[in-house]
């Protein structure tokens, strides 16, 4: 039985629907994100998961249990704010204390307990500071401490790391994931940051207006995108427009013929997925498939690659590809060069036409 | 889970929540009693007769048809209107030179602006008197003119009104953007012209408050006209005379309710003024740095000092006048006006009875609407209530105090009211001064609260720890300046009020600053300001205290805040 149990929820403020229907379920011990762009509902449905803001219909079972009508107090979780909402008047252990003091603990086993989690999150001398005495890292690491001391079944973290910068963002990434693994705790994290969510999720639910557009493991999630919306905001990804040729056959731009597997009627308009670095150069030959000539229209160099824009002109198309530094010195590739390129049949994806944008 | 339709969802209510309804629905019915059904019984009794029977609309036509009456109120409208049309144009000169030029001692004259507020209305117009009465020094320079009546009634409430006009017209002077006066400048207008243009539509907001606001308190100040308006009526007095002189409650009432409506007028002018004036500062707006300017500077230094002066002149005279023997004619040093056993029976009473009802006001009523702010604000659900409760908060704004404390009387002195005991009680005074002066201390609490991070509720439940809990240990701790405010603004206040309170009093209950008034009534006029100055020095120790504790008991406790 899954731990979480999300059904058709659905959340109204007024004449708008935040949610509409959302069903998913989490299994005990995974990390679940919420992937979406900003206002899809992904803050909505985490408070309505914490009963923070319950949702207008629909049932939310937790660990069995029934939890949709029950208020944040009487359900199990732990939270942490993007504001991370520490207690400034208390110091860093009497904030981490805090759900402890309540619970009419001793107040040795307190402290052991608080002593505990400062050194789980890497804050074992900082007991006495004040909140304000401490970077956002370590705000963030407070705050974390502070909502797993009550050992509660299920951690929701909304866009924990999004007022940190990049580096510090990047190591917390890993530190929270290893804590995550180490407690088995069942946690769910907003964000929409998507190199987040590849990185640090068991499992992606990426959301779009109120709605589940795919939920799947990252690899999934980029590899294989449910509609035109995920393979657009997961990633970049070159659209071509087209049409279905035939069974295994369609048409890019004004005319190639090129295999791909499709489920399309004929004749219908379609969009063809590509990611930039599935684009083939390298080993291409008179029987490769789905070959044609591209000029180097753009280089822009990133690091460890390049990102080429290439110009086609049978069929008219302009698209991305991701070209490594190596490639570039063996094939001698520069500005205004012609080559050859395919697009391998296995990785095109197709969607109907103008579904998303 | 099939196809059948997702069920809604009926929210249960916490522990928590319910304890916060309970809270909330105590508020309402305080708020109610004390604030909505007081004046419901003065509306009420302004269509009934003294046998309590409805007459419609009769005692109005009565009120319309009494001619001493009607002059009365013509009295207070140019009275009202000629104060404002001087103090507004003052205080907005003075404001403009604390805000926009380059003068030295800014604080000093801010201070020196500030201290009428320190005291009864009623000490300017003592001093008026003192100056210009029949027994005054300067009484020569009128002519043959009279202090008592119009002029000195005007010549006293514009000390009176002058630091309050000021405070807005310096807050609504001190929000401007630099960015524009910068924009001005490169487009190449005149100091003039960017007056017209940039400054003055700036503050306009702040200026219509300001007008609003001074028009309201000239009409309903009781103590100035009440010293010096001699044969002079104004609706204040009227009411006054109507009520404790003739025991015509129902004309009283009428009175009262004319009262009433310039007063909510002007808080509903004031309210869109102020939303008004809010939105104009962006955030990314750049504070406004004054320029030296010498011509100008100069011109408003003297100025000021010419106010402040005044301000200094005004309130001396009455100090003086506390410690001399006999005015004009013995002018050497004596204490013995502060023998107050020898003017009046209740000797020093009170004053120690004032002080009494400030602390318990002030103390009762910071906790209680701390308390209640933080209820209304951090609830969820109960919106009707809520709405209900917040209406009636910041309704008192609206009504001014000589229109409260005679709903009071008319509601607790019902026999048939069953609190009716309170009346004649320190009790009522206590309650009815927080009654009085309750929005801007819920505003202030509101204010803070909403600084505080949205979440904290939210974590604490989520930790399963009882909000008042929380409430104890951070709300409160975070917002202990804000508290400590409430609890001097309603001291002071509680210490200078009179048009309330005058209903209300018994012999055993009279305040410091009714006791001015009855003192002056026998002719103890140095007694009376004996009295006076010592409502000024409680009131100035009173703020120097607050900075005390802010700078050192309150700095201890908040050092939480420093990085
Ligand atoms: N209290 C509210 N009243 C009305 N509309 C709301 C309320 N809270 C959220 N919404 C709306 O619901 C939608 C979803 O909001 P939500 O906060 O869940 O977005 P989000 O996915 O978390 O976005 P972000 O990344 O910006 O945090 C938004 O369009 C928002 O405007
Ligand atoms: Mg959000």
Redesign the interface.
């Given at each position: 039985m899954p731990y979480l149990e999300v059904?058709?929820?659905?959340k109204r403020f007024g004449m708008f629907t935040a949610l509409e229907?959302v069903s998913l379920s989490i299994e005990r011990g995974e990390f679940v994100c919420f992937l979406g762009p900003s206002g899809c509902g992904k803050t909505t449905l985490l408070r309505a998961i914490?009963?923070?803001d319950?949702?207008?219909?629909?049932?939310i079972r937790q660990d069995g249990r029934d939890v949709?009508?029950?208020?944040?107090?009487?359900r199990d979780?732990?939270?942490v704010?993007q504001?991370y909402?520490l207690?400034?008047?208390?110091?860093v252990a009497d904030n981490v204390g805090?759900?402890l003091?309540?619970?009419r603990k001793p107040a040795a086993e307190i402290k052991a307990r608080v002593s505990e989690l400062l050194a789980l999150v890497g804050l074992p001398t900082q007991g006495e500071k004040?909140?304000?005495?401490l970077s956002g890292g370590q705000q963030q690491r407070v705050a974390l401490a502070?909502?797993l001391?009550?050992s509660?079944g299920l951690l929701l973290l909304d866009e924990p790391l999004s007022a940190l910068d990049a580096r510090v963002r990047a190591r917390l990434r890993g530190e929270i994931r290893g804590l995550q693994r180490r407690l088995g705790v069942t946690t769910i994290m907003v964000t929409h940051d998507q190199e987040e969510a590849l990185t640090m999720a068991d499992r992606i639910v990426v959301m779009n207006h109120g709605r589940i557009d795919q939920i799947g493991t990252p690899e999934e999630i980029y590899g294989k995108p449910a509609s035109a919306f995920v393979a657009d905001f997961v990633g970049s990804m070159n659209f071509l427009t087209g049409r279905v040729a035939g069974p295994g056959r369609i048409t890019l731009g004004d005319g190639l013929a090129i295999d791909c597997s499709h489920t399309m009627t004929p004749g219908s308009e379609i969009r063809v997925c590509l990611r930039p670095e599935d684009v083939q150069v390298r080993g291409i030959t008179e029987n490769t498939a789905n070959r044609f000539p591209v000029t180097i229209a753009e280089l822009e160099f990133l690091g460890s690659f390049c990102r080429a824009t290439l110009r086609a002109s049978a069929p008219e198309v302009t698209l991305t590809a991701d070209f490594s530094i190596n490639l570039m010195r063996d094939l001698n590739v520069g500005v205004g060069k012609t080559l050859d390129i395919a697009l391998p049949a296995d990785r095109l994806r197709v969607f109907a036409g103008e579904a998303a944008g | 889970?099939a196809l059948a339709?997702?069920?809604?969802?009926?929210?249960?209510?916490?522990?928590?929540?319910i304890v916060m309804r309970a809270g909330i629905a105590v508020v309402l019915i305080l708020l109610a009693l004390f604030v909505a059904a007081p004046l419901w019984t003065l509306l009420s009794k302004s269509f009934h007769n003294a046998d309590d029977k409805w007459v419609g609309l009769d005692n109005y036509i009565r009120y319309v048809s009494t001619p001493a009456l009607m002059q009365s109120l013509w009295n207070s409208l140019w009275i009202s209107l000629l104060t404002t049309a001087i103090v507004v144009p003052l205080a907005f000169v003075y404001a403009y030179a604390l805000t926009r030029a380059m003068l030295p001692g800014k604080a000093l004259f801010q201070a020196v602006a500030l201290i009428p507020i320190l005291a009864p209305s009623l000490l300017p117009a003592m001093s008026m008197i003192y100056l210009f009465g029949n027994q005054g020094m300067l009484k020569q320079l009128l002519g043959g003119g009279e202090i008592y009546g119009a002029g000195g009634i005007v010549a006293s409430q514009v000390f009176y009104c002058f630091p309050h006009v000021l405070m807005i017209l310096v807050t609504a002077l001190s929000m401007a953007d630099q960015r524009l006066y910068e924009a001005a400048e490169a487009l190449g207008a005149s100091r003039w012209r960017i007056f017209w243009t940039v400054t003055l539509p700036g503050a306009r907001y702040g200026l219509i408050s300001a007008i609003f606001v001074c028009f309201t308190l000239v009409l309903t100040d009781f103590g100035i006209a009440k010293v010096i308006g001699g044969q002079f009526n104004v609706l204040a007095t009227d009411v006054y005379k109507q009520v404790i002189g003739q025991q015509n409650f129902e004309m009283g009432a009428v009175v009262g309710l004319i009262l009433l409506a310039p007063a909510v007028l002007s808080f509903f002018a004031d309210r869109y003024a102020q939303k008004r004036q809010v939105s104009l500062l962006s955030a990314r707006a750049v504070p406004y740095a004054p320029k030296r300017q010498r011509g100008r500077d100069a011109l408003l230094f003297v100025f000021c000092l010419v106010i402040a002066g005044l301000i200094l002149v005004i309130i001396g005279i009455a100090g003086w006048a506390s410690l001399i023997k006999r005015w004009p004619y013995n002018l050497s040093l004596t204490l013995a006006n502060y023998d107050f056993e020898n003017f009046d029976p209740t000797g020093w009473g009170p004053l120690w009875t004032s002080l009494k009802m400030a602390a318990l006001a002030a103390a009762i009523g910071a906790i209680a609407i701390f308390t209640a702010a933080w209820l209304l604000e951090k609830s969820r659900g109960f919106h009707l209530v809520r709405n209900l409760v917040q209406f009636l908060a910041t309704l008192p704004m609206a009504v001014p105090g000589l229109v409260l404390g005679l709903g009071y009387i008319f509601f607790f002195n019902s026999p048939s009211n069953p609190l009716n005991f309170l009346y004649g009680t320190l009790a009522i005074l206590v309650i009815n001064t927080m009654a009085h002066f309750y929005t801007v201390a819920h505003v202030t609490a509101v204010t803070a609260l909403k600084q505080l991070?949205a979440?904290?509720e939210?974590?604490?439940?989520?930790?399963?720890?009882?909000l008042p809990?929380t409430f104890v240990?951070?709300t409160v701790?975070?917002c202990l300046p804000a508290i400590l405010d409430i609890f001097v603004y309603l001291f002071a206040n509680a210490m200078t009020t009179v048009s309330a309170v005058i209903f209300l009093y018994a012999a055993e209950t009279k305040l410091a600053s009714i006791a001015v008034i009855s003192m002056d009534e026998s002719g103890f006029n140095a007694a009376a300001a004996a009295m006076a100055m010592c409502i000024v020095f409680v009131s100035l120790a009173t703020r120097l205290l607050h900075l005390l504790l802010e700078r050192t008991v309150l700095a201890k406790l908040?050092?939480?805040?420093?990085?």
């Open positions: 059904d058709r929820v659905t229907a914490a009963g923070l319950p949702q207008t219909s629909g049932t949709s009508a029950l208020p944040p107090s009487e979780f732990g939270i704010f504001s909402a207690f400034p008047n208390l110091s805090y759900g003091k309540s619970r004040y909140p304000a005495q502070r909502a001391a009550t509660p | 889970m339709e997702a069920t809604l969802v009926k929210p249960k209510a916490s522990s928590d929540d991070d979440e904290f939210a974590v604490s439940a989520s930790l399963k720890v009882p809990v240990r951070v701790p975070i908040q050092r939480w805040r420093k990085r």
